[in-house]
């Protein structure tokens, strides 16, 4: 068995092509043109890249992207001022803190003060209460990306057995809600759980969160499990070369699921295309419209 490749690429193309075919519909016809508002405090190289990737994205979109830069030195005060300022703007429908922020900033005082209605990244906490209750929210991106990777080759996980690899706020815990709304039958493990390799090869989906490189080896995975690879590790090789891998050994583990993602090319373009489809989202429920059909 060679498994199906889950070209998140190729995916997150097509989904901001819909998107961007919304955002032409709206302009059209309510003059509306979403804005997202990126900040970003400090130098982080890798920050940088991902932040130029996002606001390209943006714009091609058709969307409005509306750059901040804050020293690395910039107070909590002086980058709460700027939120502030961004919740009040009209134009600014999304608004995107990237992480992580320099140590004298208190990241969860910065994550409550962005606007929910204008929380592109899904982290507020009355938008991380919502979705566990059910109720419709701006979800996080990645675990997004997630479901809608899984679904392209299993539409409906209703019924599954999946575990989530990875507790963190920002995937795990997310990513468990959504699999319950889509009725998958969901287990969370982490670094403590006991045999973990056992209890992986049980099910039909696993999302592997944990930023072990190449932790998750063939004989983890049931055959023709859908394996969903979420986190980007950067390694280093005996001969000194960096390269970048998954928290699933991509080579072993291809052999006996039935589909995976690749790292890089998977999620990490699908996480940025739910950004763009958030912000779209956003700026509907501003103006009191329905979101969209995509």
């Known amino acids: ?35 997202i508002a990126v900040v970003l405090v400090g130098e982080d190289p890798a920050s940088e890249v991902y932040v130029r990737t996002k606001s390209r994205q943006v714009i091609e979109a058709g969307m409005r992207s509306l750059d901040h830069r804050l020293p690395a030195t910039a107070t909590e005060a002086e980058l709460l001022a700027l939120v502030a300022r961004l919740n009040a703007d009209p134009a600014v429908h999304g608004i995107l803190v990237q992480l992580p922020l320099p140590p004298q900033i208190d990241t969860t005082k910065v994550i409550d003060a962005v606007d929910p209605a204008k929380d592109v990244d899904g982290f507020h906490p009355l938008n ?14 990645t675990p997004q990306a997630c479901i809608m990777l899984a679904k392209t080759v299993r539409p409906s996980l209703a019924g599954l057995e999946a575990v989530v690899i990875g507790r963190s706020n920002i995937v795990g815990r997310p990513l468990v809600h959504l699999l319950i709304a889509e009725s998958a039958t969901v287990t969370v493990a982490h670094s403590k759980t006991r045999d973990l390799p056992a209890l992986c090869r049980r099910k039909d989906v696993l999302f592997a969160a944990i930023g072990r490189p190449e932790l998750i080896k063939d004989d983890w995975i049931k055959p023709g499990a859908t394996v ?43 996480t940025i295309a739910c ?20």
Not at 6 to 17: M, P, Y
Not at 246 to 264: E, K, N, S
Not at 283 to 293: E, R, S
């Open 1 to 35: 068995m060679t498994a199906t490749i889950i070209d998140g690429k190729a995916i997150a193309s097509d989904l901001r092509a819909r998107v961007a075919a919304a955002v032409r519909g709206l302009a059209d016809t309510h003059g509306l043109v979403p804005g």
């Open 228 to 270: 969903i690879d979420v986190v980007i590790n950067r390694v280093t090789g005996t001969d000194e070369k960096s390269r970048i891998v998954g928290d699933v050994d991509f080579a072993a583990a291809r052999v006996v699921a039935g589909a995976i993602t690749p790292v890089p090319g998977g999620v990490g373009p699908m």
């Open 275 to 294: 950004l763009v489809l958030n912000t779209l989202r956003a700026a509907c429920a501003a103006k009191g419209l329905p979101p969209p059909a995509l």
């Open 128 to 141: 991380v209460g919502r979705l566990a209750i059910g109720l419709p929210t701006l979800v996080p991106c």
